[in-house]
């Protein structure tokens, strides 16, 4: 339900630019669309829990300076906001978040664990919750006149976008490729790179089904070549 088998959706915002796009991500339902925003809230609780361990364990002061500090600094947490004191802002709602119910429940847990445990485990949950990505998506932008542009964003555990643009000028061909991968036939898209050994392959992550590669290929070479666009209007799946 959360992901599918990649598929394709084609948008042609002028007659001389198409953009291609294969992804992961099923189409956005209202059931998938509240499952997805419970799965962002989670991850958010997370991650919150997360930082508030290791600034529990590491950076929460005595409660000595602790009182000192706030009988100087009765602000409450959304004048700091307000004002623009993001450092002094963030530091009171990591405090009344540690003083909290839930903040003090979380000490308790993890206060039987070393230094150690506790820093693996927060930074491990910290990194899953921001680096982790449900769908992969990657597209083609193809711009007549002016070139391809590539889009892939990173898998499951990586984050950032990786683009490339490539020059009208410079490509020679748009070639559909075969290789074996175990006892399968792949087939997947290239782009042959005037001045480049390596060929430049397009959505090599996902390696969409022959079909998909098929409808790419045409809709590429009509709207860089040959002007047609690549045939009819609106989406198309594979």
Request: proline letters at 6%; hydrophobic letters at 40%; glycine letters at 8%.
């Amino acid at each position: 339900m959360l992901t599918t088998a990649p598929h394709l959706y084609i948008r042609r915002p002028s007659p001389t630019t198409a953009e291609f796009t294969v992804t992961t991500c099923p189409p956005l339902t209202v059931p998938l669309r509240l499952l997805l925003l419970t799965l962002h809230l989670a991850r958010i609780l997370l991650f919150s829990a997360a930082v508030l361990a290791l600034y529990a364990r590491f950076l929460e002061p005595s409660q000595h300076s602790h009182q000192h500090h706030h009988h100087h600094n009765n602000n409450p947490i959304i004048s700091l906001f307000l004002a623009g004191n993001i450092p002094q802002f963030l530091t009171t709602l990591l405090q009344t978040a540690h003083r909290s119910q839930p903040g003090t429940l979380l000490a308790q847990l993890t206060a039987p664990l070393p230094d150690w445990a506790v820093a693996l485990a927060s930074l491990g949950v910290a990194y899953a919750t921001v680096c982790f990505r449900l769908h992969r998506t990657e597209s083609v932008l193809v711009l007549r006149g002016l070139g391809i542009q590539t889009c892939t964003i990173s898998g499951k555990w990586g984050w950032g976008t990786q683009t490339r643009f490539i020059p009208t000028e410079q490509i020679r061909d748009v070639l559909i490729n075969e290789a074996f991968r175990g006892f399968e036939v792949r087939y997947y898209l290239i782009v042959v790179v005037e001045g480049e050994e390596d060929v430049v392959v397009l959505f090599p992550g996902l390696l969409p089904r022959r079909r998909i590669v098929e409808a790419v290929w045409r809709g590429v070479r009509g709207c860089l070549f040959e002007g047609d666009g690549g045939g009819g209007e609106g989406d198309g799946k594979g």
